[in-house]
C-alpha cells in the first residue's frame, strides 16, 4: 500500500550544523509529497511541497527534491536555527485523491 | 484571514461515552479531512468530506462518523470511547481536495478517555 518511511529520530544538532532528514515513499501512481512542521503544542504547518517528478520545494532555507527513480524527498538546510527544533513530518498524497499519507515524524532540537 | 479553527481544543471522557468534535476550514476551502494523531506518531486518515459528501474513509471503526454541513464546517463524531481514542484529532480544509494541493491543519482538539 501506500506509505512514507521516515528517518528515526530524535536528532540532536549544533546550531549552523547541516540538516538531513531522510523520507522514502511507496504509491501507486504519481503522487505529490509533503513537509510539515508541527511545533510544541501546536498542529501542522506545511514547510514545502513537490508535486511531480524533479521538482524542488524551498521554504525558510529548507529544501527537498522529488526522486522518482530512488521513490525519495529528502529534507535539507544547510544552517539550523534553534528556532528550527520541532518535529517534521513527510507526507504523501495521491493525485487521485486529497488522502494524506504521514510518516511517523522525526523530532529535531537543536542546541546553541 | 482565519485558518482551520477547531473545538473544543481539549476534551476529557471517560469510557462507552461519545463525542463531538467540530471544525471550520478555511474561508473558501471546500474539503475538510479528519485525521487522528496519537502519541509519538504521524496523524492517521479518518476521513475527507468534499461538498458535504464522504470522498474518503480511512481504516477506523464504524463508532467514528463525520459530516459537513452547507458552509464547509465540519464534525467528527464518536462513539462508544475506549482508552485507545484519546489522541489529538486534526482537521485539515484545502480549496477542492484535489491530491496536489496542501492541506492546512488546524491545532487540534486533545481527546483524553480516562
Known amino acids: 500500500g501506500d506509505s512514507v518511511t521516515q528517518m528515526e529520530g530524535p536528532v540532536t544538532l549544533s546550531e549552523e550544523a547541516f540538516l538531513t532528514i531522510n523520507c522514502t515513499y511507496t504509491?501507486?501512481?504519481?503522487?505529490?509529497l509533503f513537509w510539515y512542521v508541527q511545533y510544541p503544542g501546536e498542529g501542522l504547518q506545511l514547510l514545502l511541497k513537490?508535486?511531480?517528478?524533479?521538482d524542488k520545494g524551498s521554504n525558510k532555507g529548507f529544501e527537498a527534491t522529488y526522486r522518482k527513480e530512488t521513490t525519495s524527498f529528502h529534507l535539507e538546510k544547510g544552517s539550523v536555527q534553534v528556532s528550527d527544533s520541532a518535529v517534521y513530518f513527510c507526507?504523501?498524497?495521491?493525485?487521485?485523491?486529497?488522502?494524506?499519507?504521514f510518516g511517523t515524524g522525526t523530532s529535531l532540537t537543536v542546541i546553541p | 484571514d482565519a485558518g482551520v479553527t477547531q473545538s473544543p481544543t481539549h476534551l476529557i471522557k471517560t469510557r462507552g461515552q461519545h463525542v463531538t468534535l467540530r471544525c471550520s476550514p478555511i474561508?473558501?476551502?471546500?474539503?475538510v479531512s479528519w485525521y487522528q494523531q496519537v502519541l509519538g506518531q504521524g496523524p492517521q486518515f479518518i476521513f475527507q468530506?468534499?461538498?458535504?459528501?464522504?470522498?474518503g474513509r480511512g481504516n477506523f471503526p464504524d463508532r467514528f462518523s463525520a459530516r459537513q454541513f452547507p458552509n464547509y464546517s465540519s464534525e467528527l463524531n464518536v462513539n462508544a470511547l475506549l482508552l485507545g481514542d484519546s489522541a489529538l484529532y486534526l482537521c485539515?480544509?484545502?480549496?477542492?481536495?484535489?491530491?496536489?494541493?496542501?492541506?492546512?491543519f488546524g491545532d487540534g482538539t486533545r481527546l483524553s478517555i480516562l
Open positions: 485539515a480544509s484545502s480549496l477542492i481536495g484535489q491530491g496536489n494541493q496542501p492541506q492546512h
Open positions: 504509491a501507486t501512481g504519481y503522487p505529490s
Open positions: 513537490a508535486t511531480k517528478a524533479d
Open positions: 507526507a504523501l498524497s495521491l493525485n487521485t485523491g486529497n488522502q494524506f499519507y
Open positions: 474561508s473558501g476551502h471546500k474539503s
Open positions: 468530506y468534499y461538498e458535504k459528501e464522504e470522498r
